[in-house]
């Protein structure tokens, strides 16, 4: 299965709440008219990103962009059925204007992953969602840098205290390097780490440690790219995976 990560702004005229309250009320009826793109979906999921000065202010380590609004998740089967998708005339015809009409469509990127559950707590049901992109320095190439990543996980990163008393999930999106599932506007990243919290004060804290700052920003490392990383924190919407099952019933 492959998982497409996708970033996702608002237009300029748009407030980060409408915009979120559109993307996960009117847009999702609009797909839901074009059964034959929706129905090739596996899974889905909206994380709705935090923006606002005042809830990120508890954030003190790592640096949080704020300069877009959301992060899908999109499951599908197979690349080409990615590409069946966004080729369907009706795609063309009712789901895209849509997504002119409140997005900055221009300035959508992401990137196509196969991920992995590296760990999870015992009934976890926590919400807050860091996202951490990762680039590999030029030079190092990509199996070097998971050689490099994994270790430097499992060795600095996992058995911090921070890391085993707020982590509830752990999963890691490998981001596909093979030419043949490349796609428009995809990004070169190598390795995007999803880690779930009970809370923003807990993630407060796990993005202060000087340890998971250490790991996450390359420190000691030469194989990362400190200055193409970008991490996010969002909040994920279970109401939008549940959207996509009642479709496919119906």
């Known amino acids: 299965m492959v998982k497409l990560l996708e970033v996702i702004g608002r237009r ?19 797909v839901d008219r ?3 793109f929706r129905n090739l979906v596996r899974q889905y999921m909206q994380n709705h990103l935090f923006v606002d000065p005042s809830e990120l202010a508890l954030i003190k380590g790592l640096p949080i962009s704020s300069n877009t609004d959301s992060i899908i998740e999109v499951w599908w089967d197979r690349v080409a059925d990615i590409r069946r998708a966004f080729e369907q005339p009706r795609y063309f015809e ?7 009409a409140f997005g900055d ?16 707590r015992s009934e976890f049901a926590g919400l807050i969602k860091l996202f951490v992109f990762l680039k590999r320095n030029e030079g190092i190439s990509h199996s070097d ?7 430097d996980r499992d060795r600095r990163l996992m058995p911090v205290k921070t890391f085993r008393s707020f982590v509830g999930r752990y999963v890691e999106n490998l981001v596909a390097q093979d030419p043949t599932e490349s796609l428009p506007g995809m990004r070169a990243f190598d390795l995007v780490a999803e880690l779930w919290f009970d809370s923003l004060d807990q993630a407060a804290e796990f993005t202060a440690d000087p340890a998971v700052i250490a790991v996450f920003k390359g ?17 994920e919407k279970p109401a939008s995976a549940e959207w996509l099952l009642r479709g496919q019933r119906g």
Do not use: C, K, N
């Open 12 to 30: 300029s005229d748009w407030t980060h709440a409408d915009f979120i309250r559109y993307q996960i009320t009117t847009h999702l009826e609009v």
């Open 34 to 36: 074009v059964p034959e």
């Open 94 to 100: 009712i789901i895209r204007p849509d997504e002119l």
């Open 105 to 120: 469509v221009a300035g959508v990127w992401g990137v196509a992953t196969h991920d992995t559950l590296i760990m999870e």
């Open 145 to 151: 840098f998971l050689r490099h990543w994994r270790d």
């Open 219 to 235: 420190e000691g490392a030469d194989y990362i790219d400190r200055a193409r990383t970008l991490i996010y924190l969002g909040e």
